[in-house]
Each structure stands twice: as C-alpha cells, then as structure tokens.
C-alpha cells in the first residue's frame, strides 16, 4: 500500500511534541543568528520564492519542512520496537539501527564533478550547535536525527531531492549545483562562466545604448562606449570577487545611475552645444561619478557603512530599488510605439519564453529561462532583417539624405522617423569599428568636475550603496554558509566606490555597482561558484578587446532596446519588491511604509517634472527626455543657482523619494525587529572561529594577515 494512504501512515507521536536535542542546530544560518521570521521567505516560502500563508496549526502525521517549503515524504511503516524522534516529532519508523545510508547515489548524480571536501575548512567536526557538521554516531548510542544536508551532503537528506523544483528564487544551498568554494572542471567553469554573463546581456549593455544617443553621439561613439563597458565590468568583478565581498556578484553599469545621467545629459547648458556634444557632456560625467565615487569609497572603507546598517532595512531597500524601475515607464512603451510590429513582438518573445516555456529543459539546462532576453533579441532581430530585406520596409520615394527638419512633407517626414526605428541597416556602427580596440583611460579627455554635478551623483552612489546591501544578503543566502559580517559588507561597498572610479576614469558614462538582477541570475542557473563568475569576467575582457562586437551591439535597431528595457524595468522593480520576503509583508506597518514610499515616488517627481514642460523649456527634447530638463525650470528657486540645481535634479528622481520617505518612517514608525525584518549579518566573533565563513570572505593570497587590525572592514 502506498505511504501517502492516510491508513497506512504512523500514529501520531504525544502532543506537544517532545522538544528537539540540544544539540540539535537550528534549520539556518540565518535562524542561528537570531533571525525568525513569521511571513518571511526565509522560514514560510517555497521554492517558487512566492510566500506562503501564515503558519497554521501543525499536521502531526505529515510535518512540512521549513527549509524545503514543502512537506516531508513519509517513509513506509514498518514494525519496530521504538518510534526514531525526527525534529521533534515521532517520523521515522526504522530503529536507530536501520537508518537508510545517505543517497549517494542521487548526490553523485545532482554533482557530476567532484566538489571541495573541506566545506568546513578541514575543522574538526563538532556537535556544538554552530558547527556546520556534527560528528557520526558510534554504534553503541543513538544517532541524532535526520536534518537538511550541510554543504558537503554528508547528512541523511529528509527531502527527495527529485521533487525540488530549480525555479526558485528563495533556493537553499542543497538546491545549488555549485556553491560559493565548488570549483567545476575547466570546461563547466568556462561554460558556466558565459552563460552567466550571456544571461546578464541586457543588463550589461542596454544603457550605453541610451545614453550615447542622448549626448549627441555617433553610432561609432556607441561602439566604443559598449566596448569600455565589457571591459570595466569584467575588470571590476574580478576586483569585487578578490578583494570586494567575494560574493559571485557582477559589477556593471547599474540603472540606478541611468537617470540622474540623462539629468545631466538633458542640462540647460548642454541644449546648445555645438561640434562634437558627446566628448564634452562625456567629461562632465566622468568628473561627477569620480567624485562620487570617492565617497562612496570613503563610506565603506571608513566603516561608516557598517553604522548605517542599522537603519536600513529590507522596508527601506524594496520600495527605493522598485522605484528605479518605475521611474522610466516614459522611456520604455513610448519608444515602442515607434514600430510596433517590432517591438510587440520582442516583448511578447521574452515574456513567452520566461514565464510560459521557463520549465523546459534543453540537456538539463533551462535554456528559454536562462536566456530569454538574448534569444527574444535574436528571434525579432532576424524578422526584422527579413522584413528589411524583402523589400517592406522601404522608404517610399522619401529622400532620406535630406535632414528631418528640412522635409516639407509630412507624410515623408513621419514615414522617415518610422523607418528609422524599423530597419536594421539604418545603423553603420559594424562596419565602422575597428577588429580591435583597447580601452583605455581618459580616452574621451579629461574630466572636467563642478560641485553641483558631484552632489547630485553623491546622493546617488549612497542609493547605490542601499540597492547593494540587498544583493549581498540575497546572494549570501543562496550561495555562502553564512552571511557576510558588517565588516565584509563595508569592504565590498569600499571596492564599489574604487570600482566606479575606474569606471570614471574609463569613461562608461556611468558608475559601477553590484547588478540586481545578477541574484535572479543565481537562483535560476543555480551556479554560485565564485570561480565561474571569474572565469566569465576574463572572457568578458577578452571580448570587449574585439571592436567588432562592440559595433555588433551597437547596431541593435533602438525600438529593440526599448522593448528589452521594458522587461528589464519591470524585472528590476519585481527584485527591489522582493526583499519584503525578509518582513512581515503582511504587517500594515509594512503595508503603509511601501505603499506610501512607492506613491509619493511617482507623484512628488511628477510636480517637479511638470516644470520642464513649460513654454520656456527646451522643447525639441523627445518627449520621454522630458522628465529630465527639469534642473533649472523646477519649483526650488533660490537666489542661488546651483542650489536650485541640485534639489530640482534630486527632488524630480523616483528613488530618492522612494529612499527618503522610506527611511524616515521605517525608522521613526515603532516596529520589533522580525516586523521590520532586519537583515541578518554574522558577528565577527563567529566568522573568526569558523573555518568555513573565514574560507568564504576572507581576502586570498594571505591579504587579510596584514589588514587585521581594520576590524571595521573584514572579518
């Protein structure tokens, strides 16, 4: 008879259930650390990362398991002299004895190479209950109960891992094919290594296909910019991984910097430039993200970071990341709009792929989730072509030799504009890149710095700073055997700052951050490991070598930019909402916090946006460029110019006033810790003595021997 037949299942054991050993660890780190949340994704979500109803009063015949979201098989009863205690509850029903062997068999299978076995640091195994394992049981005394495997799946595993589903945001490291440490062949690591970095595409090149074109740069300028980008972006992500948080985190171009750029870009003083508009609006760029980024520097290494974790948390973190992506619903459809048999159909390709086809697999890799926003690319690139060449998307007669604003008719004026957004020939960005091309620093000139430039991108690396902080504990929760302490976390925003420095310097046109999306990159490939992120960074820095792909990005038709944006967006906004996992969702403190951040982000920036749009301002701006001529037509008027500039500029962005409403009232409205849901961080006492988190922070080459006495920025 089947186990799951309500006959056949073992009497439940006395209730209340007879207490847990004391040596018996608690289900997580973060548990461990003091963290016990009632609605949080940590304790009630299953693996979908959707949270679950609140906690109901437990069945005794089938007990869920916390870990796994899901609830436990029960095995097939068998008379024995004593029932085994199994968390606290009468589960098993083989004697002690006759405890099945751990499934090495599914192990080998879920782990095809072989992987560190060391998870521990090579520490003797102990039964204390912060020790990651515990010592076997001799043949004489009982051993302790099944738990979830440690890293090195040494444990009895009580959940078939056959039945885990891998679309999970909230995935524990059981699920993961590789860890943090796990080092892969030369081939998987390779290959690992690009798929992740493939999956971040967009995220990695859309932006300099915005801003370029918004400074007045040619498809050659766009060319040359994607090209720094790759190579600043794999260069940083090797510093972040060696000397950073060590987390597998990618650095880029984040968007949290893309508004207050097109802010600049769209200054009064830039509107009437003449000659070549890139280089000189470039420079300015590059003088307030290197001061910028200064500060953010300063902010980490000096510790300050460190006291600043105290008042931000995930009710802080989710409405201001959110606001980043709602910020630039102007931007996204509108552009679309442009063609939209194009557009449409690149939307609808990649939410096809993510959502509706995101369980096929392809030889066990899910490649339509993985890669749904390269492959939508693709698929609407090549009908885009064929259109081209087959003659129906042509030109009418209309002259397009002749300059827009010297057409006379409309109907060729219009039909020009649509072309442009429709045909894939329109850019020459291919032919005019070089095979190859070197980056190098102060390409575009030297900076040039003014103090009401540098404030507004100060506010904004200190937003970044905030996004980051989430990405930390997310990513830790998923790959690392605890969560990095205060200090790694200062460290790991230090190196940010120093990392966007170079992205000044190189002239990206942006600063360097830790990408959002790079977490839900992570829980869907289920690759963790520190050495294929790595990997992935070298080969990135070999491509951006070749001018030629470079130029191939560049040549991407901009309605398909803005159709990859809307996703993108809207992906953006999903993350920053789902760091309310770490809360009480439910709460209506909670509830009001976001529900009120979210709002006045949208309306107070919509009253100072609506002074762009008077008669004085600079109307030939498109008009999803009109949110950002704000910076001197805004309703702060002062006797002092560059005042006004810069609280027009800050007050008109969406996430400083998601990030300040947030923080006000997060911080001022009474609320216990669980409710507010504190992010957990491990105390530096404890990562000392373990050999496990010092193996997953600690700085490598023997670094950290000589920084010991910077406790505010380590372990």
């Not at 994704?41 to 899901?70: F, K, Y």
């Not at 690759?527 to 491509?543: N, Q």
Request: charged share 15%; net charge positive.
């Amino acid at each position: 008879m089947s186990s799951s037949d309500p006959k056949a299942r073992p009497k439940p054991g006395p209730w209340p259930p007879a207490p847990e050993s004391s040596a018996m660890p608690l289900s997580t780190w973060a548990k461990r650390t003091g963290f016990r949340p009632k609605f949080s994704g940590e304790a009630n979500a299953g693996d979908s990362g959707q949270m679950s109803q609140p906690p109901r009063p437990r069945e005794p015949d089938n007990q869920p398991d916390l870990e796994a979201g899901r609830a436990r098989p029960q095995p097939q009863p068998q008379p024995q002299p004593a029932p085994v205690v199994v968390n606290g509850q009468a589960g098993g029903d083989k004697p002690a004895a006759a405890l099945p062997p751990p499934p090495t068999a599914n192990k080998e299978k879920d782990q095809p190479v072989k992987k560190r076995r060391d998870s521990d640091g090579g520490a003797p195994k102990s039964s204390s209950p912060g020790a990651n394992r515990r010592a076997a049981p001799s043949s004489n005394e009982q051993p302790p109960p099944p738990r979830r495997p440690s890293r090195n799946g040494e444990v009895v595993d009580v959940v078939n891992q056959s039945t885990v589903d891998e679309d999970g945001f909230m995935g524990r490291p059981s699920h993961m094919k590789y860890e943090l440490r796990d080092s892969p062949g030369l081939v998987p690591v390779g290959f690992f290594g690009f798929q992740h970095y493939l999956s971040m595409l967009g995220s990695l090149v859309l932006i300099p296909l915005v801003i370029v074109p918004a400074m007045g740069g040619k498809h050659e300028d766009v060319a040359a910019v994607v090209s720094t980008v790759l190579f600043v972006s794999g260069l940083t992500t090797l510093l972040h991984t060696f000397f950073g948080s060590r987390l597998p985190l990618i650095q880029g171009p984040s968007f949290v910097y893309l508004a207050p750029v097109l802010a600049i870009i769209n200054s009064p003083e830039f509107q009437g430039l003449k000659g070549n508009s890139f280089k000189h609006i470039m420079k300015e760029i590059q003088g307030a993200v290197i001061i910028a980024s200064a500060f953010q520097a300063i902010l980490g290494y000096s510790g300050l970071m460190g006291l600043l974790l105290r008042f931000i948390n995930p009710v802080v973190v989710s409405p201001t990341i959110a606001a980043v992506g709602l910020s630039f619903y102007s931007y996204g459809f509108p552009l679309v709009g442009n063609c939209l048999e194009i557009g449409i159909v690149q939307i609808l390709l990649v939410i096809v792929f993510s959502l509706y086809l995101r369980k096929i697999s392809i030889f066990g890799h899910r490649v339509f989730l993985i890669y749904a926003v390269p492959l939508g690319l693709a698929i609407s690139w090549a009908a885009a072509f064929l259109l081209t060449e087959a003659g129906l998307y042509n030109y009418k007669g209309c002259d397009i030799n002749i300059p827009a604003s010297n057409i006379v008719s409309e109907h060729c004026r219009k039909h020009i504009s649509r072309m442009k957004y429709c045909r894939v020939d329109t850019s020459q960005a291919l032919k005019a890149s070089p095979w190859f091309r070197f980056p190098y620093p102060l390409q575009w000139g030297t900076p040039v710095f003014h103090w009401k430039l540098a404030i507004v991108m100060c506010v904004v690396s200190l937003i970044a700073s905030v996004d980051s902080v989430g990405s930390y504990h997310a990513s830790a929760l998923l790959v690392a055997s605890r969560p990095p302490t205060p200090g790694v976390l200062s460290r790991g925003i230090g190196l940010e700052g120093l990392s966007s420095i170079l992205a000044g310097l190189w002239g990206t046109g942006t600063g360097s951050s830790t990408l959002t999306e790079n977490v839900h990159t992570i829980a869907v490939t289920k690759v963790g490991s520190r050495r294929a992120v790595e990997v992935g960074a070298c080969v990135l820095i070999l491509l951006s070598l070749v001018g030629k792909i470079g130029g191939f990005i560049a040549s991407i038709p901009q309605v398909m930019v803005a159709a990859l944006l809307c996703f993108m967006w809207a992906m953006l906004t999903a993350l920053g909402l789902s760091n309310l996992r770490y809360s009480e969702a439910g709460s209506s403190r909670n509830i009001i916090i976001v529900g009120l951040s979210l709002f006045f982000s949208l309306s107070i920036p919509a009253y100072f946006q609506q002074y762009g749009i008077s008669p004085n301002s600079n109307l030939s701006a498109p008009s999803y460029f009109q949110p950002y001529i704000v910076a001197s037509h805004g309703p702060f008027r002062t006797p002092y110019r560059g005042l006004n500039y810069v609280m027009n500029t800050l007050l008109s962005l969406h996430m400083v006033i998601a990030f300040l409403v947030a923080f006000m009232l997060d911080n001022t409205v009474p609320g216990s810790k669980q409710e507010r849901g504190v992010y957990v961080w491990s105390e530096h006492e404890v990562a000392r003595r373990e050999p496990a988190v010092a193996k997953d922070y600690e700085l490598p080459f023997r670094v950290s021997k000589f920084f010991r006495w910077v406790k505010w920025v380590g372990l």
